[in-house]
């Protein structure tokens, strides 16, 4: 059906409304006019990229449709590399720093507002001569016919569909924040941070940055300003001075911080001044095309739900489930009170036999069941605010190359204990919801919590016997970040396989702590309190002792002694009635999971 919707107008005129329409040919305008393509004869040994539209609904949070969205796309599988692109990687925000940031806000009781770069990919200029076929519908702006055979287009700005837009557009956003003063955290790259904001530095004269042309709905022509005011604009025009005057006007460390968090296009913006967020939002606003979405609300599929009287901050994801729900048929199924059965484990041994006659026929009716895209919609859950299904989806993935029907109904199980959690979504039936909340508290300490399951005996890999890491990190009552994963080595015990869990959580502990300093939440010598229930584990970690039992350990297993020695982490015993990582390193009876899920996710 898509291959209708093309630049033709007249096709879509038949096929859609005159809304869409319009939306089609404000694609193949933007296109043209702001991306400003040069028409070429094709050099002799080059190659031309093809080109084609996409159109996209976009949807309100109640799943109504909010706005029809035209793309052009190049087609990047024909990009040659070395010749048509090189660097592909780009950065973006880790879902643990916008939690942390947005456990934050609450706690002081910031504004959290997002803002939405349009068409952020044809911002960037290209780094690499890339030649395009003429895009369907230019007929209809020019004389096609005039122009001579063999003309492509010559990309000068990126494009959604080619290889290295991603990194394009990274290094340009990079490198505008960086201009406004900001500095990128050093945990992690996508968090910009800037102290002792100058308010009046960002009013300056709107120019259209690098060629764009500036928000909807402005003429493009520079209005004019009261004499001082140009000259202070003038004076930030010079390289540096905008980050020097910062400097200059609050020497000490007492002023206001602004955080934005970017991911690709979508960025995060708070900070401890309301002036300082959106004297910065409008000065973005004058050089890029951006939407202010406003208060933070929706993000990634997260539903952010605050409530500042009660001083509370929730992550709901309860409409991303649904559609999941949908997506594989599972709306009216029976809901379950745990993610996973701890009497009907499967293992290895329940994969198909590709040997045998029946094992090929079982594998081959599998491949039938969306058994890896059910994964990758839990492994998406799990991570955004489902701590309570880690272990289960990390116990599912296991088998994902060769699943059985065994397998596939332990995924469906793992639905409906989602489904229950949904439909009883409601105070009165005492059930707690799915996600996250924050309680804005004083105390902003991280600490973090830590387990293993010896030689895995839950039936998970009977093959290698390889025990299972379970971490979690803890800061304004609900979690931040977690685990679950197999560990890469064989423990020949307990104490050797909670010692390998705690070098694991204590490199995550560092980087949360490097990001609390970030934040300006944690001082620069706080040490992380990481709970552990097993004493031999907090001995070893602590002194050099048991050399007789601990001296086959990998020397890398010892840099958490470094840590504990410079109390960069602490580890305290705690008992395993209490320890919420236990949860992420087996299946538990309905009583113990619900409690220690409740205290993990803050809602208990």
């Known amino acids: 059906k898509r291959r209708g919707w093309y630049w033709n107008c007249s096709c879509l005129l038949k096929k859609r409304a005159r809304s869409h329409t319009r939306t089609a040919i404000a694609a193949r305008d933007l296109l043209l006019l702001q991306h400003q393509p040069a028409l070429d004869a094709l050099p002799k040994g080059r190659k031309a990229v093809g080109c084609r539209m996409v159109l996209k609904r976009k949807f309100n949070l109640d799943g109504t449709v909010s706005r029809w969205k035209a793309r052009a796309v190049l087609k990047g599988y024909a990009q040659r590399k070395g010749i048509d692109y090189e660097e592909t990687f780009a950065p973006v925000g880790k879902l643990e720093t916008f939690r942390y940031l947005a456990q934050v806000a609450n706690s002081k009781d910031w504004n959290l507002r997002q803002i939405d770069f349009k068409n952020a990919f044809l911002n960037a200029p290209m780094d690499k001569e890339l030649y395009m076929e003429l895009p369907p519908g230019l007929e209809f702006v020019m004389d096609v016919g005039k122009l001579a055979k063999g003309t492509v287009c010559k990309l000068v700005r990126g494009l959604y569909g080619a290889k290295q837009s991603p990194a394009l557009w990274n290094r340009e956003l990079d490198t505008y924040l960086r201009s406004l003063g900001f500095t990128p955290s050093v945990s992690d790259p996508c968090l910009y941070k800037l102290c002792n904001t100058d308010y009046t530095g960002f009013e300056k004269e709107p120019s259209p940055f690098k060629g764009c042309r500036g928000p909807s709905g402005t003429t493009g022509k520079k209005p004019r300003k009261p004499r001082e005011q140009v000259k202070r604009g003038h004076k930030n025009k010079k390289k540096g001075s905008e980050n020097k005057k910062i400097k200059a006007l609050f020497p000490n460390q007492n002023g206001h911080s602004v955080y934005i968090l970017a991911y690709v296009d979508d960025c995060v913006v708070t900070g401890s001044s309301d002036t300082a967020i959106e004297a910065i939002i409008n000065r973005i606003k004058t050089d890029y095309r951006v939407d202010d979405l406003g208060d933070l609300h929706h993000f990634l599929g997260m539903e952010i739900i605050r409530d500042r009287n ?115 979504n409601d105070a009165s039936k005492q059930v707690m919801p799915l996600g996250i909340k924050y309680t804005a508290s004083k105390d902003q300490d991280l600490e973090g919590f830590v387990d293993a399951s010896f030689a895995d005996n839950y039936g998970t890999d009977d093959d290698n016997r390889r025990s299972t890491t379970g971490w979690c990190f803890m800061s304004g009552g609900g979690a931040i970040s977690w685990k679950a994963q197999k560990q890469s080595t064989v423990a020949t015990s307990t104490a050797e396989a909670e010692y390998i869990a705690a070098f694991e959580a204590a490199k995550e502990a560092v980087y949360l702590a490097q990001l609390g300093q970030d934040l300006g939440v944690l001082p620069d010598d706080y040490c992380v309190p990481l709970h552990d229930d097993s004493q031999a584990c907090i001995r070893i970690a602590s002194n050099p002792c048991l050399a007789e039992r601990t001296k086959h350990f990998d020397v890398k297993y010892h840099w958490l002694r470094e840590k504990v020695k410079a109390k960069k982490v602490e580890l305290r015993y705690i008992s395993t009635h209490e320890q919420l990582a236990d949860i992420l390193t087996k299946p538990l009876g309905p009583m113990q999971h619900h409690y220690l899920r409740g205290k993990l996710t803050g809602f208990r």
Not at 399 to 420: G, I
């Open 310 to 424: 009660r001083h509370t901050l929730e992550i709901n994801i309860n409409r991303y489930i649904q559609d999941v729900l949908e997506r594989f048929a599972m709306t009216k199924a029976n809901g379950k009170q745990c993610p996973m059965n701890a009497s009907n484990l499967s293992s290895k041994k329940d994969c198909p036999d590709l040997d045998t006659v029946e094992g090929k026929a079982e594998a081959e009716a599998m491949k039938a069941r969306p058994y890896r895209e059910l994964l990758g919609s839990l492994l998406w859950i799990h991570r955004t605010g489902g701590p309570s299904i880690a272990y289960s989806v990390h116990h599912l993935c296991m088998f994902a190359n060769n699943p059985s029907e065994k397998h596939w109904k332990q995924a469906q199980h793992v639905l409906k204990y989602l489904k229950y959690h949904v439909d009883n």
